[in-house]
Protein backbone atom coordinates (compact mmCIF):
# COMPACT_ATOMS: atom_id res chain seq x y z
CA UNK A 1 0.00 0.00 0.00
CA UNK A 2 2.95 2.39 0.60
CA UNK A 3 3.94 1.63 -3.03
CA UNK A 4 0.45 2.98 -4.31
CA UNK A 5 0.33 6.06 -2.35
CA UNK A 6 4.15 7.09 -2.98
CA UNK A 7 3.03 6.76 -6.57
CA UNK A 8 0.03 8.05 -6.12
CA UNK A 9 1.81 11.65 -5.03
CA UNK A 10 4.83 11.59 -6.75
CA UNK A 11 2.39 11.14 -10.28
CA UNK A 12 0.01 13.46 -9.49
CA UNK A 13 3.12 15.75 -8.78
CA UNK A 14 4.23 15.60 -12.41
CA UNK A 15 0.34 16.17 -13.33
CA UNK A 16 -0.33 19.18 -11.20
CA UNK A 17 3.38 20.79 -12.85
CA UNK A 18 2.38 19.49 -16.23
CA UNK A 19 -1.32 21.31 -15.89
CA UNK A 20 0.48 24.35 -14.80
CA UNK A 21 2.94 24.19 -18.00
CA UNK A 22 0.39 23.51 -20.39
CA UNK A 23 -2.29 26.12 -19.14
CA UNK A 24 1.13 28.71 -18.57
CA UNK A 25 2.08 27.93 -21.78
CA UNK A 26 -0.88 27.10 -23.94
CA UNK A 27 0.54 24.13 -24.96
CA UNK A 28 -1.55 21.45 -26.97
CA UNK A 29 -1.55 17.88 -25.74
CA UNK A 30 -3.19 15.77 -28.42
CA UNK A 31 -4.67 12.81 -27.28
CA UNK A 32 -6.45 10.66 -30.08
CA UNK A 33 -8.20 8.34 -27.67
CA UNK A 34 -8.76 5.48 -29.78
CA UNK A 35 -8.74 1.67 -29.75
CA UNK A 36 -6.70 1.66 -32.77
CA UNK A 37 -4.31 3.92 -30.76
CA UNK A 38 -4.75 1.73 -27.58
CA UNK A 39 -3.58 -1.30 -30.40
CA UNK A 40 -0.66 0.36 -31.59
CA UNK A 41 0.78 1.29 -27.93
CA UNK A 42 0.38 -2.55 -26.71
CA UNK A 43 1.96 -3.55 -29.51
CA UNK A 44 4.60 -0.52 -29.99
CA UNK A 45 5.75 -1.97 -26.02
CA UNK A 46 6.68 -5.25 -27.18
CA UNK A 47 10.34 -3.64 -28.39
CA UNK A 48 11.42 -2.63 -25.05
CA UNK A 49 9.95 -5.77 -23.61
CA UNK A 50 11.72 -7.76 -25.13
CA UNK A 51 15.52 -5.91 -24.75
CA UNK A 52 14.19 -5.89 -21.16
CA UNK A 53 14.50 -9.06 -21.53
CA UNK A 54 17.29 -9.63 -23.41
CA UNK A 55 19.57 -7.35 -21.06
CA UNK A 56 18.12 -9.63 -18.29
CA UNK A 57 19.33 -12.42 -19.91
CA UNK A 58 22.86 -10.79 -21.17
CA UNK A 59 23.50 -9.41 -17.62
CA UNK A 60 22.13 -12.17 -15.02
CA UNK A 61 25.93 -13.83 -14.77
CA UNK A 62 27.36 -10.54 -14.40
CA UNK A 63 26.19 -9.42 -11.13
CA UNK A 64 28.42 -5.92 -10.98
CA UNK A 65 26.81 -4.55 -13.90
CA UNK A 66 24.76 -1.45 -13.30
CA UNK A 67 21.85 -3.53 -14.69
CA UNK A 68 22.24 -7.00 -12.84
CA UNK A 69 22.54 -4.32 -9.61
CA UNK A 70 19.71 -2.29 -10.09
CA UNK A 71 17.10 -5.56 -11.22
CA UNK A 72 18.55 -7.06 -8.01
CA UNK A 73 18.70 -4.34 -5.49
CA UNK A 74 15.40 -2.17 -6.98
CA UNK A 75 13.15 -3.85 -9.27
CA UNK A 76 12.88 -6.87 -8.28
CA UNK A 77 12.32 -6.55 -4.50
CA UNK A 78 10.06 -4.37 -5.87
CA UNK A 79 7.61 -5.95 -8.26
CA UNK A 80 7.78 -9.27 -5.78
CA UNK A 81 6.22 -7.23 -2.98
CA UNK A 82 3.53 -5.43 -5.10
CA UNK A 83 -0.27 -7.14 -5.65
CA UNK A 84 -2.08 -7.67 -9.04
CA UNK A 85 -4.38 -4.82 -8.44
CA UNK A 86 -1.62 -2.87 -7.50
CA UNK A 87 0.88 -3.25 -10.35
CA UNK A 88 -2.12 -2.51 -12.58
CA UNK A 89 -2.84 0.73 -10.72
CA UNK A 90 0.78 1.63 -10.90
CA UNK A 91 0.62 1.16 -14.75
CA UNK A 92 -1.94 3.21 -15.06
CA UNK A 93 -0.79 5.72 -13.31
CA UNK A 94 3.08 6.19 -14.85
CA UNK A 95 1.59 5.37 -18.50
CA UNK A 96 -0.80 8.29 -17.96
CA UNK A 97 1.24 10.61 -15.62
CA UNK A 98 4.07 10.17 -16.37
CA UNK A 99 3.17 11.02 -20.39
CA UNK A 100 1.30 13.84 -19.93
CA UNK A 101 4.17 16.01 -18.26
CA UNK A 102 6.79 14.53 -20.06
CA UNK A 103 5.89 13.90 -23.82
CA UNK A 104 3.34 16.09 -23.33
CA UNK A 105 3.69 19.58 -21.50
CA UNK A 106 7.39 19.36 -20.78
CA UNK A 107 8.56 18.65 -24.15
CA UNK A 108 5.83 21.18 -25.61
CA UNK A 109 7.24 23.48 -23.57
CA UNK A 110 10.68 23.04 -24.70
CA UNK A 111 10.03 22.59 -28.53
CA UNK A 112 8.20 26.27 -28.29
CA UNK A 113 11.52 28.05 -27.43
CA UNK A 114 13.95 25.27 -29.42
CA UNK A 115 13.09 22.12 -31.85
CA UNK A 116 11.60 19.21 -31.94
CA UNK A 117 15.09 17.23 -31.93
CA UNK A 118 16.01 19.71 -28.53
CA UNK A 119 12.29 18.26 -26.89
CA UNK A 120 12.87 14.74 -27.44
CA UNK A 121 16.62 14.75 -25.99
CA UNK A 122 15.74 17.03 -22.90
CA UNK A 123 12.36 15.67 -21.76
CA UNK A 124 14.31 12.30 -22.35
CA UNK A 125 16.62 12.88 -20.42
CA UNK A 126 14.69 14.21 -17.65
CA UNK A 127 12.33 11.10 -18.05
CA UNK A 128 15.41 8.70 -16.98
CA UNK A 129 16.75 11.67 -14.32
CA UNK A 130 13.39 11.23 -12.47
CA UNK A 131 13.83 7.51 -12.22
CA UNK A 132 16.89 8.02 -10.13
CA UNK A 133 16.57 10.80 -7.78
CA UNK A 134 18.36 9.37 -4.55
CA UNK A 135 20.20 6.40 -6.54
CA UNK A 136 22.16 8.52 -8.83
CA UNK A 137 25.41 7.77 -7.32
CA UNK A 138 24.81 3.46 -7.57
CA UNK A 139 22.47 3.51 -10.48
CA UNK A 140 23.36 6.01 -12.79
CA UNK A 141 24.76 4.06 -15.46
CA UNK A 142 21.02 2.44 -16.46
CA UNK A 143 20.64 6.92 -17.61
CA UNK A 144 21.47 5.91 -20.95
CA UNK A 145 18.70 2.82 -21.13
CA UNK A 146 16.25 4.70 -19.64
CA UNK A 147 16.87 8.12 -22.30
CA UNK A 148 16.63 5.84 -24.89
CA UNK A 149 13.37 4.69 -23.71
CA UNK A 150 11.94 8.50 -22.91
CA UNK A 151 13.28 9.01 -26.62
CA UNK A 152 11.66 5.87 -28.04
CA UNK A 153 8.16 6.94 -26.25
CA UNK A 154 8.57 10.56 -27.99
CA UNK A 155 9.54 9.85 -31.54
CA UNK A 156 5.84 7.47 -31.02
CA UNK A 157 3.83 10.57 -29.64
CA UNK A 158 5.66 12.64 -32.56
CA UNK A 159 4.79 9.94 -35.59
CA UNK A 160 1.54 9.11 -33.68
CA UNK A 161 0.14 12.60 -32.59
CA UNK A 162 -1.32 10.81 -29.62
CA UNK A 163 -0.31 10.98 -26.28
CA UNK A 164 -2.60 8.18 -25.71
CA UNK A 165 -0.84 5.48 -27.67
CA UNK A 166 2.33 6.65 -25.78
CA UNK A 167 0.19 6.02 -22.43
CA UNK A 168 -0.94 2.83 -23.35
CA UNK A 169 2.94 2.02 -24.42
CA UNK A 170 4.32 3.21 -21.25
CA UNK A 171 1.67 1.14 -18.84
CA UNK A 172 1.60 -1.73 -20.61
CA UNK A 173 5.52 -1.87 -20.92
CA UNK A 174 5.25 -1.28 -16.84
CA UNK A 175 2.71 -3.76 -16.12
CA UNK A 176 4.24 -6.56 -18.40
CA UNK A 177 7.72 -5.88 -16.71
CA UNK A 178 6.10 -6.27 -13.41
CA UNK A 179 4.16 -9.44 -14.39
CA UNK A 180 7.22 -10.93 -15.89
CA UNK A 181 9.58 -10.42 -12.83
CA UNK A 182 6.73 -11.45 -10.56
CA UNK A 183 6.49 -14.95 -13.05
CA UNK A 184 10.02 -15.00 -13.42
CA UNK A 185 10.07 -15.52 -9.15
CA UNK A 186 7.19 -17.91 -9.00
CA UNK A 187 9.44 -20.21 -10.91
CA UNK A 188 12.43 -19.78 -9.85
CA UNK A 189 14.05 -18.85 -13.23
Not at 38 to 46: C, I, N, P, S
Not at 67 to 87: K, V
Not at 90 to 108: H, K, P, T, V
Request: glycine share 8%; charged share 10%; net charge positive.
Amino acid sequence: MKILVAALISEGLLVVFGFLLVWALTIEVRWDISARMAAYGVTLALAPLLLNHYLWRRTRNYPESVYSRFSGEIIDPLCRQISIPTAISIAILSGWCEEYFFRGALSGAIARYSSPPVACVLSSVLFAGIHFVGNFKRFGGMMPLYTLMGMYMWLIYYLSGSLFCVAVLHGSYNLAAILQVKLRHRVGA
